[in-house]
């Protein structure tokens, strides 16, 4: 099949590799119908470390069910399915509780051995799914692929960043930073109990995208003055970080209000220094999340087939197979929010 | 003053009443600028039993203060307001616990005796709020007179209905009859976190005007196939009952799922058969709600103003004061949804 | 192997049967160490209807791995574990919302065709599981085989009224019935937040029992008395009704307070009038429960292993497995409280 | 009045006062039956920057009230009472939301300047308390002295910590510092539905302390063992911390497990290198709490008259007004754990 390869630092390229082939009763494989480029592949290919050459990248796909091992009960051959951006067994304690990222037996696609045990990309025609019943939900023909796409990683992101944020409702929520989970932080966030939520982002377009899609925005030069002024002075009741890092963290710090609660879906610095006597006197609560579709699919799902929200606003530019090393330059240049590929 | 009062069985007419003055340190009197007329009220006149002769009605409305006690501190003259229907001490064990209604020294406006101690409406130039710091919210320049006077009671209503209904992110929702509650717990769940929302009511017009706002319709003898189409067979996964009565229950129950829940905020029978052998079996979950603005003022006021609720839609016809009596016989020949007063 | 068997109306008896084998990667064959008679024993050998004569009984069990298919991944031969008094398959919508019980393949052990397909009993030597890694959990060596015994159904049940029963700290909590699982709903009550908590039973040695592991109790001529002095006369705030049909829903809505809750874990009548007036003008919320191990274990065994709830304090009589006739007689003339039997 | 004054830098006398009167219609005065002597006291005693001499301490206090403004509605003279450490309006915003730390008319009792506008404290014979209905709560008489002395901070905060922390039932919950507040926590934990609760202590005396009231404990060097001992190896799923600072925060960091709670009750740092890189790929929640009796008091006193806590078990030392400087020596040798003054 053909799929998209990591050809040394900075590059991809798209190229023939063998077919995946069922390995464990609970494996499925899927032919994709939509992948998505994703700014964890840019880091991945610039850095390099964790990457084998030829290594098939990619971990938002869309597709359908092509074969499937006999331990898999919840889909079968034909059916259209979305994908977590990891895999994990399900059964485990980790796994009961919902918090699949800290199963053992964990396997991320397509990010080489960044997080786990290697695990080929969905970059690709075909892409095998382990513990298949947890990673894939089905996907309604209502919903388009240029949306399913998005549901394993960016909304699951957006969505887990909302839904751990515990909004209470009609509460102001801001989003540090406009790139896709951004985006899509501010559309869970209307979509689930918000009040105003206001988007912090540099980038004037994607300021206007939010904007389009129901957020107020501004600079981060006048988030202060902007966020006091619809909170009657108190700061935000919520923010969620979706940069990462000490600007990030900072800029949430800045904003929030006493009491209020601040999460992070962005990858932060390694150290931060805490302000802990505000975070205490302030009665701050902090926390990190990362996205988790097996957790959270059915609901993300249920939203997305009503309409409460459209992920695919998000998608700015697509492209076949062949031209996915654009579809990375793109990317990297920031020329687009966030590149689809069309199998 | 001018004021509406009770003129007997199944009237009510315009005429002048003594100014309300402050009783206790803790009133407000508030200069009403927009009032509505509500299903109650024409269930009160056509009752008679609980009402005086001359008795000023009406419990929904949004002005500005014009004088308060020195024990009011939440709130100054010229102060823009909204009203809860009814008041309370909030100090006590019940409203400590944000359980307003269940307040000894609880009043209800502009009902009479129907909910205990007498006090007089807001379907007047003036009205006198008793613990004006826990009844009365302020209300920014941004939301409109017609939108402020729902705050208190039907949106006040429907927000309780679903909050109460403890909605999982994505949840299928129904919402029985197509009132001013029904439009907006249609509104309410959309707003924070249902999936699909299915509103079912027998007016076409009704179902309209849901329709327009988002929700699937269904007349009553059509809804168990839509709610089955949209969740594969399994049933609602919340049910508000809006209606109340034996209909209302009866049609809940044919519509949710095992497990799901069933919320009521419609005046039920005095007793109703309840299909416990099913109820078990299926674990359901049935929740009788009445709003409570004193608790959920502040989030209400939070949505609305962010423009996640628009609760002015359901606002069908307006009228001056002199001319209240049309609005009530509008009302009650069901010839528009919900009739407001301007004064 | 031995194994306790439908005799006829109203009669078990001990017999040879073949053992069971694995039918399903999925399934684990168990050697139990310990096994209960439960009251719904009693209600299926005296009814009759859903059971083949010969057919295996028991639900209630504890033992050690001794065979696991291929599929089984969290259990090994050799494990000590606890199941489920039902199975069901862990991958289905409704298993990963944590419904285990509404899952199209649910079976449960030892009933017959009571709730489904039949599936053996556990009062026996060997019992097979089918879907082991969802309805086995793994119990440490310092919980006893008679306190685990207890896990998968009995304190299952009580768990899940006290969790669905959504406590706030210090709630005065009634249990109505002091069986099996009243006496342990009210431990569950007293270790996850629960104020007073009160027991209503007419049966001393019942009330005696649960007097001794710190609840108040009452006979029911007196509860309400009880219930008014220790909430200032506001009534409960939650109340369990632990023995179902209509005197256990009266009971429970004689003793709530208005905007209280009742949870019902007993088999209620088919039919039974809800007082819906009442309902209403007190905002109650009535809900159906029925245990979950599948969901519940892991948080029951963290529970029962720290010492926060010893359920072992309901074992009343234990006898050998050839004596299991006697077990049930004794249960059924309720000279013991919960009958174990030993293998 | 006798009162325990600030008398320069590290010193207390018992002196003569003026007796407080009321100067707002919301106030009252309460004759102190019991006080506390507080660490808070002591850091504030040894720094002086923020206490007038002769200034009035304490706040920590249970007593009848004796006189109560016309605006008083939830007390009469002669109730029995428990105070919080603080006051706040009740009305405001932040008061609605039940975060009265951040009223705008907060006092801290006591404590000079430190936390707001001087308000005289309560280890005296009178205190007067501002915004009484909020600030105080009946005390029925089946609670001691002894016990409702440390309802409003002691408990308040050890309750804060353990319902902030979102306690799943039987989770592992660590508490790091055997004080006053670490033992209440430990009891909080455990009444609220913890599994295994260790106490983390260095002193002998006070890891007794905790044992003979139901936690494991381990000194510092070796917490980490034992915390994965029982949580097969885990870490434990919420820390709170009860010291502060940075040692406090690094042990707690390296005890949680992946996706658990932090909850810092302990004055922090200015600043502090949080492991921002570990926090986000383990998803960790770090909260700062402040206790509000406020909020919390009959939550707390339920539990308290219920017996599920009884905070007199910190009480280790008593002495007789006239001896208060002897207790502040006692607490400020560390030869008493908490010391209280008798009225």
Chains 1, 2, 3, 4 share one sequence.
Not at 41 to 53: N, R, V
Not at 240 to 250: M, N, T
Request: charged content about 20%; glycine content about 12%; overall charge negative.
């Amino acid at each position: 099949m053909r799929a998209v390869v990591y050809a040394g630092l900075g590059r991809v390229e798209v190229t023939d590799v063998p077919d995946p082939v069922l390995k464990d009763p609970a494996d499925a494989i899927v032919q994709v119908e939509r992948a998505a480029v994703c700014g964890t592949d840019l880091h991945l290919i610039a850095d390099g470390e964790h990457l084998p050459a030829g290594f098939v990248l990619g971990h938002e796909f869309t597709g359908r069910v092509v074969d499937a091992g006999a331990g898999v009960s919840a889909h079968r051959v034909g059916d259209r399915v979305a994908g977590g951006d990891f895999t994990a067994c399900g059964t485990c304690w980790w796994c009961r509780r919902g918090d699949h990222w800290e199963c053992p037996r964990r396997q991320f696609f397509g990010t080489g051995t960044s997080f786990g045990p290697e695990l080929a990309g969905a970059q690709a025609q075909l892409v095998r799914v382990p513990f298949a019943d947890a990673a894939l939900r089905p996907v309604p023909e209502e919903i388009s692929a240029d949306a399913a796409v998005f549901l394993g990683d960016t909304l699951a992101t957006a969505h887990a960043a909302v839904q751990r944020a515990g909004l209470r409702p009609g509460d102001t929520t801001v989003v540090v930073g406009g790139g896709p989970v951004g985006q899509l932080t501010s559309l869970a966030a209307q979509a689930c109990g918000a009040g105003t939520v206001v988007l912090v982002e540099p980038v004037e377009a994607r300021r206007a995208a939010a904007a389009a899609e129901g957020a107020l925005t501004a600079a981060p030069e006048n988030a202060r003055e902007l966020v006091e002024r619809v909170t009657a002075g108190r700061g935000a009741d919520v923010v969620v970080d979706a940069i990462g890092g000490a600007p990030g963290l900072d800029t949430a710090f800045g904003l929030v209000r006493r009491r209020g609660t601040i999460v992070s879906v962005g990858l932060p610095a390694k150290s931060w220094p805490l302000p802990a006597g505000q975070a205490f006197a302030d009665e701050l609560t902090l926390r990190f999340v990362i996205g988790d579709f097996l957790r959270d699919g059915d609901d993300i799902l249920a939203l997305v087939r009503a309409g409460a929200i459209d992920p695919a606003v998000v998608a700015s530019a697509t492209v076949l197979l062949a031209d996915a090393p654009d579809a990375y330059r793109q990317m990297a240049e920031r020329r687009t929010l966030k590149a689809l590929i069309r199998l």
